[in-house]
T-cell receptor, first 114, second 115 residues
Framework: DQQVKQNSPSLSVQEGRISILNCDYTNSMFDYFLWYKKYPAEGPTFLISISSIKDKNEDGRFTVFLNKSAKHLSLHIVPSQPGDSAVYFC?????????????FGQGTTLQVKP | EAEVAQSPRYKITEKSQAVAFWCDPI?????LYWYRQILGQGPELLVQ????????DSQLPKDRFSAERLKGVDSTLKIQPAELGDSAMYLC?????????????FGPGTRLTVT
């Protein structure tokens, strides 16, 4: 049972434009969501997070939106840069676990073209 | 900037052999996680330690996998015997409890290939 889903395996955008990465979840008990970026041959790097009590969190070029009623979150990157090309994972915490365990989506590969 | 250290970075082994991975978390981080990432999928938690105690190993194949964190600092993950399906990236992460934040910091991973 895939509790966190990223239905788009890949996304290609032009440099300077907006990148929107989407993530859906099924467990309404999740209380914290995170986005990680991963370059090849490296471990995931924490990017931005949002608590379930908020609907938006912004950090520089990165903004995460949370729609609890739709069980959907999205990551907006504006403006996109070639260095943003990587695999992006969304992750969720909570549910039946209170240990801090994260459930990850399958990832979306973003390519930003110069 | 403090980082999670892992070794080796790459490991090739034959099936039925034993293999071990090492992780040194960020200093002061009490929680340590081992994840497995199969190509095209997200990381999946294998085992979680709080200090030296296991708090979640529900997804660890205990017939062949073992993990320890004897002094509550560094940790070792072992596979014996390795099977072809174990080929994956093994990631270690650590975290500290900081109020409402739950960020986990990942090491570079160990890429395991079983032949």
């Amino acid at each position: 049972d895939q509790q966190v889903k990223q239905n788009s395996p890949s996304l290609s955008v032009q440099e300077g434009r907006i990148s929107i990465l989407n993530c859906d979840y099924t467990n309404s008990m999740f209380d914290y969501f995170l986005w990680y970026k991963k370059y090849p041959a490296e471990g995931p790097t924490f990017l931005i997070s949002i608590s379930s009590i908020k609907d938006k969190n912004e950090d520089g070029r990165f903004t995460v939106f949370l729609n609890k009623s739709a069980k959907h979150l999205s990551l907006h990157i504006v403006p996109s840069q070639p260095g943003d090309s990587a695999v992006y994972f969304c992750a969720a915490r909570g549910g039946s676990s209170n240990t801090g365990k994260l459930i990850f989506g399958q990832g979306t590969t973003l390519q930003v073209k110069p | 900037e403090a980082e999670v250290a892992q070794s080796p970075r790459y490991k090739i082994t034959e099936k039925s052999q034993a293999v071990a991975f090492w992780c040194d978390p960020i200093s002061g981080h009490a929680t340590l996680y081992w994840y497995r990432q199969i190509l095209g999928q997200g990381p999946e938690l294998l085992v979680q330690f709080q200090d030296e105690s296991v708090v979640d190993d529900s997804q660890l194949p205990k017939d062949r996998f073992s993990a320890e964190r004897l002094k509550g600092v560094d940790s070792t993950l072992k596979i014996q015997p390795a099977e072809l399906g174990d080929s994956a990236m093994y990631l270690c992460a650590s975290s500290e409890w900081t109020g409402r934040s739950y960020e986990q910091y990942f090491g570079p991973g160990t890429r395991l290939t079983v032949t």
